[in-house]
């Protein structure tokens, strides 16, 4: 009871606040905003979800090792190869991934090359 009537009122009060401060604030409407942003994520998840569920028909000796505490994270890492390739995949196939987020990764992967390279180099100055 508590619980319920506490998770529908944060509902109610989160869409209304969402609404109220889309109408009043960004002068936008918030189906606008959830077509925008959210709706392509949002599918590219549910069809990367379907993949893995039709990896498990195709796979149904891999769902029986979830009964086997030491083999769930060879599934999860199998579940995880097929869901991160076709989400990003369906990310750029869908335009959601822009020029400047794909900059943004690629600065991100030039640091972290270069931090695991030389990791403590600029922390103790020692220069050879």
Known sequence: GAAAG?????????????????RNYVQNSVRTVFRDVYLRP????????????????????????????YLVPIKMAADFGIFAPLYIV???T???????????????MSFSSEFL???????VKIYR
């Open 94 to 108: 869908f335009r959601q991934v822009t020029a400047i987020d794909w900059n943004n990764f690629v600065g991100l």
């Open 42 to 69: 949002i599918a590219a998840g549910v069809f990367a979800d379907l993949a893995v569920l039709g990896f498990h028909k195709l796979t149904p000796q891999l769902v029986s090792w979830e009964t086997v505490r």
């Open 6 to 22: 506490s998770s529908l009122a944060f509902v109610i009060a989160t869409v209304y606040l969402l609404l109220v401060f889309h």
């Open 117 to 123: 390279r030389h990791p403590l180099r600029e922390r």
């Open 90 to 92: 369906l990310l750029v």
